[in-house]
């Protein structure tokens, strides 16, 4: 089965690290990534750019509306994701629980819909 893994995190958080704990946090994410590809449980998966970047879309009555940024005002923001194959909800858990972004901010695991 296949399950989404979002990695939530304080933007203003990450924008005061140093360039020395940005580049470790790159290796870690580097290393975890190549053991979920070298496992198989790797099918996609992404850093967002900042949410000052989003542009959000809504059709009401026939009509596209957009705004700049995101639909709601977080404490956390989306920053990335990974999607994995996974064969319960307990190993998707225990995939989720290694990206190093869980230790200070937070990871959200949906499975995947199946469609018959």
Known sequence: MQYL??????????????????KELTAEYGAFTQSIIQSGHFKAGDGLQPTTTATT??????????????FAETREQLA????????????ALSIAARIPGARNGSVEVRPVMVYD
């Open 5 to 22: 893994l979002m990695i939530y995190q304080n933007e203003a958080e990450f924008g005061k690290m140093d360039a020395a704990a940005r």
């Open 80 to 91: 990335g994701y990974y999607l994995v194959e996974a064969k319960d909800l307990d190993a």
């Open 57 to 70: 879309v809504r059709v009401r009555d026939g009509k596209t509306l957009t705004t700049d940024g995101p």
